[in-house]
Structures are given as structure tokens and as C-alpha cells.
């Protein structure tokens, strides 16, 4: 019986080892096959394809008047990516002076962020940016703009004799060297390019090595500068935000201001994966999508754009007739702004403010010209929200707070009435007159709490508010809402003051101490 199992065991070890040996020859048979039969044609097709992912961009969420007209939409454009490829550094800014010399001559423009300008050689940037920069650059800190531009031209070893034709190419290799890019990650070079230049590049794709054309959806702001200070603008997203923000990429554009920048996590889609074939001399050979692209959230608001653009216009119109004279003499108007709200809700239906800015220009990132020429001194901030970032006296608007609260304390019946005389002598050493005693040397006479405000009468308003008190006014005032912020979702509101003793008690202490600091400065000195 157990010679009958050695039997048996010695079969199976030779069935296994046979089967091994089988296994080996096929192995080394297929290898043979794959390294010397056809190695050469294997070779030649890895040497010539190269498998690289590409991101899908999704679309940004639109953003929505409250009946659905779109405010702010994305369309399709047209966007330039360069991948790294085996060419050498003489065939790489020749490869960018032509995709630079395309754009031109078909009015598209590349990204510029180099801040050294021609005729003639100039920083484009103040002192202080100046340093940041060189050092960020590895220049030394006194270098001129000439010596930095020379600086640029040794180190990107550019060969051209033509200062413009330097320039263009510094200004690709600039934004290559400072983002970085590789076989496998591209450097966005230019956006919203027109189809005819795109047409070019396909036509002669072998001129422009690495080069690759992405259909992307891009921020269109349907209505140009209307709105711009509720919508604001997205543009590229900065290093800082970058490392303060997940799932973003370099190229990315991202909310700045206004809904743009509050809503950013639901407008912002979610990015698909394109998987590109590529030779290794950077020829596109096929294309694949791996992961569609998911678009971001819609967002509606309250605001009305037929209204707004109606409140646009009548601001800059009125703003226009006052400097021209139109209400009796010329005035030095410069800005503005209006609000218009459902009084039964307290939504906001528009909200202008003059001047504006166009956001457009902000997408593809806005040249150093025109942002120099928005925060000029003359310019009057136009990134500024007059409505609720800055703080103004309320004028005769404040007549309906002090109304309300004289009619709720008994300080004045509706059908009591009051003489205005024009000037009103309540006080020994403060004697404020009625905007119609300025003009015509008389005041309204009598008048009830209803005629009051029909013609805006100042002197009416005076008597109640001495009737009630500053501490009574300032209690109702508050109670409307006034001197707190309101909690609109934009940046930069800030809040309004109200009058009452205990502020002008508290103002009088802080002048006191500055007039101390001041005068125990002077002695020091």
C-alpha cells in the first residue's frame, strides 16, 4: 500500500513539474517574442505615443435675477495649454515667438504677467513690488529694468535681436518658469482664443510642439458693468489661495468679490479627467474623455436686472446733470449710489453704485493699464460699494425715522400743526435755518406732520426732535434698524452710527484724549 502512494505522489510531482516547465517555455517564448521578434515595432510605438491626463474644466454655476434672466453664464472658449516636451531650449522660444506672432496678428492676446515694459524699458510695478519681485527672480535688489530685462534675455537664452520679439518670448517663458510645468502638467498660456487662431494652430500643428487647444467653459458677464458690484468677478486664482483652498489647480479661476466670492463652493462644478495621446515630440495623436465634468450650482437672487439697469442709468444720468448744472448750478459730483427694496419684505431689488467697473475684463486676467487707470485718484474707486461699505449722513431721508417716532410718543398729533418761520431759535448758539428760508427768505408757515414731509420741511423736524429728546430718536432709529449692519451676503459692509448722548459722550472722550496724546507730543518735543 505504500509503494502504491509513492507511485502515485512521484505522478504528481512529475505532472507539476512538467506543467512548470511548460509555463517557463511559454514565458520565455513570449518574452523572446515581445524583446526580439517584434521589439523594434514596439519600441518605435512607445517612442511615439505617450498617454498624458488633461483636466475638463466644469462650468461655474450661473447666477440669476430673481425671474431667471442670467446675470453672470459661462461660454465656451478656447484655451492655449503647453505640455513639456524633448526640444531644445533655441526651438522652444522659437515655438513660443510664433504662437505669441499667431495670437497677435488675430487680435487674441497671451497671458502677461511680466512686469517690464518697452519704449521704453520700465517696471510696470512700484518700488515696494519692485523688491519682491527681483528677489522672488534672484535679482539683485538695485538692478534697473533695462539691467533685469537683460538679466531675463541671458537666462532664458533667447537669441533674438528685435526688442519686441524679445519681450514676447520672455513673457512665455516668465509665465512657464514661474508656474512650472512638465510632460505631465501643462502651463495655460492663453484664453478665449478666436477660432481663426485656433484653425492656424490645428492646420500646422507641428510647428508647436507641446502646444495643446482645451474647449473650457469661461465666465461671461452677460450685462457688462451692470450689477458689477453685487456679482463682482472671479479671475486666477493667487498662491495664497491656492494653499487655502482644496480641489483648486493653478489655472483655476476662483470668486474675488461680491457673489462671486460668497458662493464660490456652489458655483464652483466639479473638474472630469481627458485622457491625451501625445508623441514625444508633443503632437497630439488622439483624445479620450475618462471622467465627465460636473457644472456648479445655480444661484438666484433678489435682485431684479431690468431695475437695476434702470437704476444704473438714473444714477450716472443725474450724477451727469448735476456737474453740468442741471440743478441750478454746476456741482463737483463724482459718486453715488441708490438702493431700491420691497418695503414689505425687505428684499433688495437693485443696488447701484457710481462709479462701476467691468468684470469681463477680470476673467483672463485685466493688463496693468487699465487696473492702474481703475485706482487712480481720478477713477473715484470704482471697486468701491457706496450702498454698504461706506457711511454717509441720511440727509431728509431721516425725516420718516423722526416722523414715525414723534407720532409714537404723543411728542405730535397728525393733524397738530406747526409754523415754520424759517429759522429755527431754539438754541442760544445753534440756529439751523429751512432749506426754503435759504432760497426765499420765508418759511413753509403751518404745517401737519403729513405736510411736513410732502415738503421735506426742516424746521417741523427740528421741533420734534427737541420735543422727544436724542435718546428717544436714537431708541427708534435703532429699532429700525439703523446703526447695525444689515447682514447682506457681500463683503465689506460696514456699519452706520446713530446719535445719542452716550455716543457724544464717548466721541468728546476720544477727541479729549487725542488732543492730550497731541499736546503731550508737542511737549516731549
Known amino acids: 500500500m505504500n509503494k502504491v502512494r509513492s507511485k502515485q505522489e512521484k505522478l504528481r510531482y512529475n505532472i507539476i513539474s512538467a506543467g512548470v516547465y511548460i509555463i517557463g517555455i511559454i514565458l520565455i517564448s513570449q518574452l523572446f517574442n515581445l524583446q ?3 521589439g523594434k515595432e514596439y519600441r518605435e510605438q512607445s517612442n511615439t505615443r505617450l498617454s498624458r491626463e488633461s483636466i475638463l474644466q466644469a462650468s461655474r454655476g450661473n447666477i440669476l435675477d430673481q425671474t431667471g434672466n442670467k446675470l453672470a453664464t459661462t461660454k465656451l472658449g478656447n484655451v ?3 505640455y513639456k516636451t524633448k526640444i531644445d531650449e533655441k526651438l522652444l522660444n522659437n515655438t513660443l515667438l510664433k504662437i505669441a506672432n499667431v495670437l497677435e496678428e488675430n487680435a487674441d ?11 521704453p524699458i520700465e517696471f510696470t510695478i512700484d518700488e515696494e513690488a519692485q523688491k519682491k519681485w527681483k528677489k522672488q527672480n534672484n535679482i539683485e535688489e538695485g538692478k534697473t529694468a533695462i539691467e533685469c530685462f537683460n538679466i531675463l534675455k541671458d537666462k532664458y537664452k533667447i537669441t533674438e535681436q528685435d526688442e519686441k520679439n524679445v519681450r514676447k518670448i520672455m513673457t512665455l517663458r516668465y509665465k512657464i518658469s514661474k508656474e512650472g510645468y512638465s510632460s505631465t502638467k501643462t502651463v495655460e498660456i492663453a484664453s478665449n482664443v478666436s477660432e481663426k487662431a485656433i484653425a492656424i494652430f490645428n492646420e500646422r500643428n507641428d510647428e508647436f510642439p507641446g502646444l495643446t487647444i482645451n474647449t473650457v467653459p469661461l465666465r461671461n458677464y452677460i450685462l457688462g458693468s451692470t450689477a458689477s458690484h453685487i456679482l463682482g468677478y472671479v479671475s486666477r486664482i493667487d498662491e495664497n489661495e491656492l494653499k ?12 474675488k468679490t461680491g457673489i462671486e466670492y460668497i458662493f464660490e463652493p456652489y458655483l464652483k462644478g466639479k473638474n472630469g479627467i481627458k485622457q491625451i495621446d501625445m508623441a514625444v515630440d508633443g503632437t497630439i ?9 460636473t457644472a456648479g450650482n445655480d444661484v438666484v437672487l433678489t435682485i431684479d436686472a431690468n431695475l437695476q439697469k434702470i437704476t444704473e442709468d438714473a444714477l450716472q444720468n443725474n450724477i451727469q446733470k448735476m456737474r453740468n448744472g442741471g440743478y441750478g448750478k454746476p456741482y463737483e459730483a463724482n459718486a453715488a449710489s441708490a438702493v431700491v427694496m420691497n418695503v414689505k419684505t425687505g428684499e433688495v431689488l437693485s443696488m447701484a453704485s457710481f462709479p462701476s467697473f ?3 475684463l477680470f476673467v483672463n486676467g485685466i493688463s496693468s493699464e487699465k487696473y492702474n487707470e481703475y485706482i487712480s485718484e481720478e477713477a473715484n474707486s470704482p471697486f468701491l460699494n457706496r450702498s454698504i461699505s461706506s457711511v454717509y449722513a441720511p440727509g431728509s431721508t431721516f425725516k420718516m425715522v423722526t416722523a414715525l417716532a414723534a407720532l409714537e410718543t404723543k411728542a405730535v398729533t397728525i393733524n397738530e400743526k406747526v409754523n415754520d418761520v424759517g429759522i429755527y431759535n431754539y438754541a442760544v448758539d445753534y440756529k439751523p435755518k429751512c432749506w426754503i428760508y435759504s432760497s426765499y ?21 427740528y421741533e420734534m426732535g427737541n420735543r422727544m429728546g436724542i435718546d428717544t430718536l436714537s431708541k427708534y432709529a435703532k429699532s429700525l434698524g439703523l446703526g447695525s449692519k444689515t447682514g447682506i451676503e457681500l463683503l465689506g459692509e460696514v456699519q452706520g452710527t446713530v446719535s445719542s448722548k452716550e455716543a457724544s459722550k464717548a466721541k468728546n472722550e476720544h477727541f479729549t484724549r487725542r488732543k492730550y496724546s497731541a499736546s503731550s507730543h508737542r511737549s516731549a518735543r
Open 36 to 38: 526580439i521578434v517584434k
Open 80 to 82: 492655449l495649454n503647453l
Open 109 to 119: 492676446t497671451y497671458i502677461d504677467d511680466l512686469p517690464i515694459k518697452l519704449d
Open 244 to 255: 487655502q483652498n482644496k480641489g483648486y489647480l493653478l489655472n483655476d479661476r476662483i470668486g
Open 285 to 293: 495623436t488622439g483624445e479620450e474623455t475618462v471622467e465627465e465634468a
Open 358 to 360: 467691468e468684470p469681463q
Open 441 to 461: 427768505g420765508r418759511g413753509h408757515g403751518y404745517l401737519n406732520v403729513t405736510d411736513a414731509i410732502k415738503h421735506s420741511c426742516n424746521y417741523f423736524f
